[in-house]
Structures are given as structure tokens and as C-alpha cells.
């Protein structure tokens, strides 16, 4: 007898009892082999304050470009083949094509400089020098009204090694922030109650970090007068690291008092793996979900997520994403890629779709959030891990200016450095800036 467990079934396939046939319902025998069952998670109606917001979006190992560039530019393009997908969202996103940073490196160091636009190869006798990200800058002024200034989420806890980042966000000396790969534990730190062990147990860890701080900050201090001038540099950078560590403990036990938003997790997979290939799809909407909660009870403003770490990942089947991404040409390799490419692009104009149904103020949360999604490389036709040319979208902002239902393209070598965009965000969020890294000026046409 054929076993359910190892075949799929047709809705076509029907039930027949009393002269009558009935369609099945949508089974979870019916997902393509290796998929999860979709999520049952809604969103809600209403916000809980007009606020901006951004949230970064990263995918590694660049897409199948052929299928992913528009042939032609404006607001009257066509939508490519993968770029059909999110067709219900053309109004809300533009495509940035030909665009790159000019000082990375490009390969699986993509995800290191996506925010950043360093050269990480930049300080002689360094292997890796990396600056502060957009994101960060963002945050250091709107993290002031939230809980949590920003949050970095991964599928690899962490923060990597250095060309292999787990992690997009870095502070102003240019350190990695550790990302967040679980569901469950990012659910309970924003939402879930302290009882008065765990706030004495945190207010604890807090006094304790700040007076491991104190330690660390007097020991260097008296060791300055000893160094070189590069010596002395590269303290006080670590130094800066110090500071800006008490002022995020401070911030942190500030809000030790304050009630967390109550958020019932009903619907929410919160025990989704990010490294089950079974789980991708899951795993990647419920993050999602729970950033879009994070942004709408004013949990934080800004959000880092790297969907997979360079030279990782997986397709919504299971695939081997980063070994398409070394296709050499071969067109049923591009053609797998290209799957995964759209698979990407459902789950990003699924979390569109939530923030689109949800009312803020006069519109929507679409509105007044930020979103910005590609990848730090291209694979280019023939497979090379260029930096050149990179995969963009942004999308969302229209009440804080941004201009959509574009493609705005440019040639791959001339164009304007990628800190254009970076600036054109960091900007429309409300922070007075005139230069970003290499930038020139705004993206014409973005805002």
C-alpha cells in the first residue's frame, strides 16, 4: 500500500462518499516535499503609533541576474521574471540596478560592508578594518524612545568571523553586533514578562557588566601613556567600543521597570529552526512576524536581518543555495537559482503585505517603515562573486518621502557609490547627515 508520508497529494484528488465528490482542504501532504506548512499568523488592525522605521534585509550569495534585471528603466518598466512576484506591490518598491559599493572586496565579504561601504582591507598590516553601518546610525537617535535601539537577527547566532558575517550592524568603532537566529528567545526578550527573579537576576548581569566596564576602561587608560600614536588610535577606537557598551547597559536597565507590550503568540512557529532545511519557509515568515510586532508596539525602530550568512543558506525546497550561486553558466543551475530568488521575494512581500494591512494614523504602517532588501554580491551570468551590479529594492516610506514604482537604473561601471541609498534612508529617517561613507550626495530619483 502507497504511504501518505512519502508522496504528495493533488487537491485535484477528491473524497467520494454518497454520489457526491468533495476537494480535499489544503493538507500539509500537499506542500512540495521539504516545505513546511505555511503560517496561520495574521496581521493586526491597527498600530500602536505613527513612528519611522527600517529594516534591512540581506540575502547572500547574489541572484540569477538575468532573471532578476528589468530590460527596460522608469516608472513605466516591465517587471522581470523574478520581479513579477511582488507585482501587487509595484506602487511601494523601487528596483536600484547597476549599483555597488566602490571600496568593497565583494565575494562572501558582501554581507561585512553591505551597511558599511568599507574597504575592510583598508589599514596596513589589518586583515579586517570594518566602520560603523547605517543602521547604527539610525539608531543612535531613535533608539533613545525605544526599548531596544536597534536588533540584529540571523540565521547564525553571533557575529561570525570577519569576512563571514553573522551579523550586518556594526558600531562606531566598527565591531559586529551579535545577531539573534531564534524565534523563541527574540519573542521572550521583547515580549514576555520578567518576574522579580529574572529583573533582579538582569539588574544583577547589568551591575556586573558595567562594573567589568569600569575594569576595562581604567586598565587602558593607563596604558595609553605607554603606546605608539597607531597604538593610541587603535585604543581609543576600542575605547569608543567601551562607551558606547555602558551607554547601551544604561538604556537597557532604564527600561528594567517599564511593562513589556503584551503580544499573544498564538499562530507564531516560534520553534522554527533556521538551519532545518524542512523549516525555511517558517523560519523566515516568523521572523519576519515578529520584527513587524517589534515595530508595532514601538519595540525598536531599526532591524538588521541576514537571511542566511554568506556561502550558506538554503531555498524554500531545501536547495543548496550557495552552491547554485556557483552556476559557471549552466542553465538549469540559474534556473534553480532563480526559484530561490522568488522564493526570497514571496516571503519579503508577504511581511510587505503585513505592514500594508495594518493602519497607522491617516494610512498604513507600509507608510512610514523602511525596507531594503538585496544582497552584497552579484553572481553575475557566468557565476563570478562580483560587487559590482548588486540586487536592490527598497520599498515602503511613503510618508517620509521616498518615491516608488520605479526602476531607476544605472551603468555598472559609472555609477554613484551604493552610500548614496544608505544616505538617501538615514536621511528620510530623520537624521541630519549631508555625507554617509563615500556618498556623493542623495539617489537621484529615490526621494
Known amino acids: 500500500m502507497r504511504s501518505l508520508a512519502n508522496s504528495q497529494l493533488s487537491r485535484r484528488q477528491v473524497l467520494r462518499g454518497l454520489g457526491a465528490c468533495l476537494a480535499l482542504p489544503l493538507l500539509d501532504a500537499m506542500l512540495p516535499r521539504g516545505w513546511a506548512a505555511p503560517s496561520q499568523y495574521k496581521p493586526l488592525d491597527k498600530s500602536m503609533g505613527t513612528h519611522p522605521r527600517m529594516i534591512c534585509c540581506y540575502v547572500p550569495n547574489g541572484v540569477n541576474i538575468l532573471e532578476w534585471m528589468p530590460s527596460d528603466k522608469g516608472r513605466d518598466y516591465t517587471l522581470s521574471p523574478t520581479l513579477e512576484v511582488l507585482k501587487e506591490h509595484r506602487a511601494d518598491f523601487s528596483v536600484l540596478t547597476g549599483l555597488g559599493h566602490p571600496a568593497s572586496q565583494g565575494g ?8 558599511t561601504g568599507a574597504d575592510l582591507k583598508a589599514t596596513p598590516g589589518a586583515d579586517y578594518t570594518n566602520q560603523v553601518s547605517a543602521d547604527q546610525i539610525v539608531a543612535e537617535l531613535h533608539g533613545k524612545q525605544t526599548r531596544f535601539p536597534s536588533l540584529q537577527l540571523s540565521d547564525a547566532s553571533g557575529t561570525g568571523s570577519a569576512g563571514h558575517s553573522h551579523t550586518l550592524s556594526f558600531d562606531r568603532s566598527g565591531t559586529p553586533m551579535p545577531s539573534e537566529n531564534s524565534p523563541k528567545r527574540l519573542f521572550e526578550r521583547l515580549f514576555v514578562p520578567d518576574n522579580a527573579a529574572d529583573r533582579e537576576a538582569t539588574l544583577r548581569r547589568y551591575a556586573e557588566r558595567k562594573s567589568i566596564l569600569d575594569s576595562v ?31 547601551r547597559v544604561g538604556r537597557l536597565e532604564a527600561w528594567v521597570d517599564v511593562p513589556k507590550p503584551q503580544v499573544d503568540p498564538k499562530n ?25 510586532l517589534a515595530f508595532l508596539t514601538d519595540t525598536t525602530r531599526v532591524i538588521t536581518f541576514e537571511w542566511s550568512r554568506e556561502a550558506g543558506g538554503y531555498g524554500g525546497g531545501g536547495e543548496n543555495h ?18 530561490i530568488d522568488r522564493f526570497h521575494l ?4 508577504r511581511f510587505l503585505t503585513f505592514l500594508k494591512s495594518t493602519r497607522e494614523g491617516d494610512g498604513n504602517m507600509l507608510d ?16 563570478d562573486h562580483s560587487p559590482k551590479n548588486l540586487p536592490l529594492l527598497v520599498a515602503g516610506g511613503h510618508k517620509l518621502g521616498l518615491k516608488h514604482g520605479q526602476h531607476i537604473a544605472h551603468e555598472p561601471n559609472k555609477h554613484p557609490p551604493l552610500s548614496n541609498v544608505l544616505l538617501t534612508l538615514i536621511q528620510r529617517m530623520g537624521v541630519e547627515a549631508d555625507k554617509f561613507r563615500d556618498s556623493t550626495g542623495t539617489l537621484t530619483g529615490l526621494a
Not at 562572501?108 to 551597511?115: I, K, N, P, V
Not at 603606546?227 to 593610541?232: A, F, R, Y
Not at 507564531?268 to 513587524?292: C, F, I, K, T
Not at 550557495?322 to 526559484?339: A, N, V
Open 268 to 292: 507564531l512557529q516560534l520553534g522554527s529552526q533556521p538551519g532545518n532545511a524542512h523549516d525555511r519557509p517558517m523560519w523566515l515568515d516568523v521572523m519576519l512576524e515578529v520584527s513587524y
Open 108 to 115: 562572501h565579504s558582501g554581507a561585512d560592508t553591505w551597511l
Open 217 to 247: 576602561r581604567g586598565e587602558a587608560k593607563s596604558l595609553n601613556d605607554k603606546l605608539g600614536k597607531q597604538d593610541q588610535k587603535k585604543l581609543d577606537e576600542y575605547l569608543t567600543s567601551v562607551r558606547e557598551t555602558e551607554q
Open 346 to 349: 514571496e516571503r519579503l512581500g
Open 322 to 339: 550557495h552552491e547554485l550561486s556557483h552556476h559557471g553558466g549552466d542553465k538549469e543551475m540559474l534556473k534553480k537559482l532563480g526559484i
Open 368 to 383: 512610514n517603515t523602511l525596507v531594503m532588501f538585496g544582497s552584497g554580491m552579484n553572481s553575475g551570468a557566468g557565476g
